[in-house]
């Protein structure tokens, strides 16, 4: 295949704008699947990074792609979500990945026809939500439910839950378009699906996919134990012989139970969250059928079960298969890898081929299984999936690898097959699909792909790598021994740090298991729509670095520090790993030990904070002034009462609406507080997200004085984030320190909902019917976990009609604020749009929130993006019903974000740049050692500074630090012309902008220097 050239990158550039990558690092992450090769086969397959990764949007893009690509003999591999792991994502021949994210929507649903047709990248558990809405869902789907595509499972071809019912994938799809090699597009249907169907798209990119539905029905689940495998063979026998009604039927092995057993459970700040079941060491069947069959499987089951020495397990056992059916990847955590090996045979032979596992097989194998009641031929088959816990950091692991050939060598002498082809088993293409189809689909293929040119080197195409297995499978006897002594331990055991990650996050590095369950959710992806935003990205990344393939720079350092602390990953994660609270583990690695550069406005919040305590750089002196006036006697600032109210910077600053309603309703609730006063700080999340945990256990230690000065048992909060430091940070943070730490945090919704149950507390009816929806802030509710207090608010005001959104409670997105915003508003934007667009399509007109960050983030997106929605604070439109006026934060938002806008686009190397060139008489005047005129007189030189250029680098970051301070004056008049801020804000400028630029320029002076040396040199040469 021929590579790309210049030409070929612009063509592409024009084609796919942002959305075709050329970025090394980038293109990496798009370079592998969920399997990691073994060291021995790695050279094998060569590199596995594509040239360029590219991101249609619709067919007609695949159709000028494919043209292209044809033209100029180009490579194209097609990429759904990548939790396959044969190889068939691999540009194995370099080219273009073709990654079809942006291509996910549902295109019509048809609940007469039982139809729903999609365009190929979707997910299914979104097409799934989506079938909810018309009380329709998924006849099957496959265990990687919250990650892959539809697109992807035809192309790999698949069984999945509902297969018991419903079959092979392949037999549930009505039709699929096609775009072939030389851009046509062709519709597949029938026994010509079959072109498509399992060919991994080496006949044809898939453009549009329709499947079949059903409607939704409750269902009912049972989990029964078997003791070996020959009685579980004999129980499906008997329910299939017996038709009983069954939807899905799946299976774990005794390994993969005590396994579970000893697998780590969610964790949530610190503690695990939910109840372990434990399992028994049994073949743990579980059974889900319609509700509406339930007794003729009740009636069925005591005989069934004497029969097959079975037991019916408890209905929590039940239960938690179920709910955690998509978490067979737990088990990943006791390793930290897993080699997979993946068979179908047919149910005669269940109990044989486990009982040959076990026998040749020393190392733990633990397995999963599907029936497919109606299987290839006719008969009933077993989908095996098989794992062995291993270590593929070490050179063991090739051994062990060897194990799944041994495993598959079973299987094939049991009638079964390798599950699927991709790149490792093209070699067992006329085995896993039959000679006959092999024969057709090579027909095709040559017919409509004769430059081989979509994804070369797959399925039935078996190059050196498949030589490779078959010789390996024929050796197989010989390497076993090897596989079978190799001692692996087995637990969640991090053991030591590598290179400068802690040893915790090591561990979780190698344990994720790539499945992308965490991609499309984290809104830091979707806000890009690049792998290396999500926490898989960022997984993998750790990995290539702590292998010595990558080092930190300051776009990666940012790539960490960006994210959100939505928490909406560690609620998605398949193998239960702490994802934010690692990335917050290494934003003080980053920031607080290794000194790195944050994002600069945080450094001008940490400037503001240490003077006057505050992020909105206001006087301290004004920090009050947004209490009201008459409850300065009941609840006077600074004296003493049981509970104190914790107002936070923004309600004091910027949207005084917030505090001023909070105060008014606990006081109409009756509650005993006072606030902190002027001496009130910052509750330091700022300071904690970015990296600089110096300030923040300050400003904490500050804080925590004064509630105990205050006499205070309890925090009150407005503000999630305040209410997460005094929840969770600040006890973990004290026990860290030895502070005494007697404080409870709760929220003043909580309180509410509490008078409100107790009927001590209600609202006068409003005016005006509104219908209204309520955003679950990230800190608040998943972090939190609190969800209802806020709903059971806004349900007690009379005339209020409370919609939900798409997405609520712990799957609730998030709104993009802090992190987003100050690093790139335009994305924040992008993000918020999504919340808004749900907030409006669920039908409110407003949206309501108690969170000041998240409303600033609303109100700037909404403004932004023109969406038609009015934002509002829950306290404010809750207290408003008493008669009381508060005013409207709006025009404050809009003043304040300004100023911060402006700041994040100077502080920049390019805002830094800019500046400069303002000044260039001053600066170069300020120049020490007599360089000023020096530099002039070189200006009047033809060539001179042209030559002086690659000293440059090397003189600036000596010379700008003695510069600087002398230009300052002049600097801050030009910081005063280009931004409009409000007085207190000028007057402290040159106190903060010198310590702004302290801490910022020896990171940033490296990306500075080129951009202004063309600028001076044309400076002193009289050109500009
Ligand atoms: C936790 C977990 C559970 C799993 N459970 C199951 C299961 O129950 N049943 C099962 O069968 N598999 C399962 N798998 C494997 C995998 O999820 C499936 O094969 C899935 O269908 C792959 O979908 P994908 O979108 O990730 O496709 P990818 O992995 O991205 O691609 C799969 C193949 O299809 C090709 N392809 C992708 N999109 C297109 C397109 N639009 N046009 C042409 N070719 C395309 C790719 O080149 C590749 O060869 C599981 C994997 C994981 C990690
Ligand atoms: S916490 Fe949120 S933003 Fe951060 S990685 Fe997880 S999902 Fe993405
Ligand atoms: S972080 Fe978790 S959810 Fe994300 S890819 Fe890794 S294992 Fe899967």
Redesign the pocket.
Known sequence: MAALQAAGKRYLESLFGTRVSFDRRERKLYGHDTAEIPSLIKPIVGSTVPEAVVQPTSEEELVALVRWAQENRVALTPRGRATSGYGGVLPVQGGLVVDFYHLGKVLEIDSKALTAKVQPGICWEKLDRELAEQDLTLQLYPSSYPASTVGGWLAQGGAGFGSYESGWFRDNVVSARGVLADGTVREFTGSDLDFLSEAEGTTGLISEVTVKVMPKEQLGVISIGCPDAYDLQRLVERIVKDGLPIWSLSFISPRMAEMKNLAPLRQHVGHPVGERVLLPASYVTTLAFRVKDRQRIDDAFPDLIKTCQAVLLSDQIAHHEWDDRFKIMVVKRLGPSLVPAEVVIPLSSLGDMMAQVEQKVSQPVVKEGLVIREGAGGVPEVAILGFIPCDQRKFSYNFIFALSLTIMKIAEKNGGRPYATGLYFAGKAGRILGRERLGRLKAFKTQVDPSNILNPGKVMQGGLMSSVLSLAAVIEPLIRPLGNLVSSKIGDQPTQPVRDIPADVAWYAYTCSQCGY?VE?????YGRGWES???RG?WYWLREYMAGREKWDQKMVDTFL?????????T?CSTNLP??PS?MKLRGLLINEEQRMTFPPFEMMAAALKTEGNIWAGYRKDRMDWYPEDLKAAHPPGGKAKNVYFAGCTASYVEQDIGQASVRLLDKAGVDFVPLGNEENCCGTPMLVAGRWDLFAEIMKRNIGLVKRAGAETVITSCPACDLMWRQYYPEWAKKLDIDYPIKAKHYSEILAEQIKAKKFSFPEREKPVTVTWHDS?HIGRASGIFEPPREVIQAIPNVKLVEMNHNREQAY?CASV??LLKEPAVAADIGKVKLDEAVAAGAEKILSLCPCCQVQLRVTADKKGVPIEVQDLAHFAAATFGYTFPDPNPEVRKQWAVFDALIKLLTPQGFADLMGTMWPELIDAMPYGMGPMMRGLGKVPGALNLMMPLFPVLFPRLLPLVLPKVMTTMLSRVGEQIEMPEYMSEQMPDLMPKVMDRLMPHMIGDVVPLITQPMIHYLQGKS
């Not at 959710?521 to 992806?525: L, V």
């Not at 960006?562 to 560690?570: A, I, L, N």
């Open positions: 965490c959710e984290c809104d830091q992806f935003q999500s926490p960022k960006v994210c959100t602390t939505c928490e909406m990953c560690d998605r994802i934010e990335w990230c998030c992190l987003t």
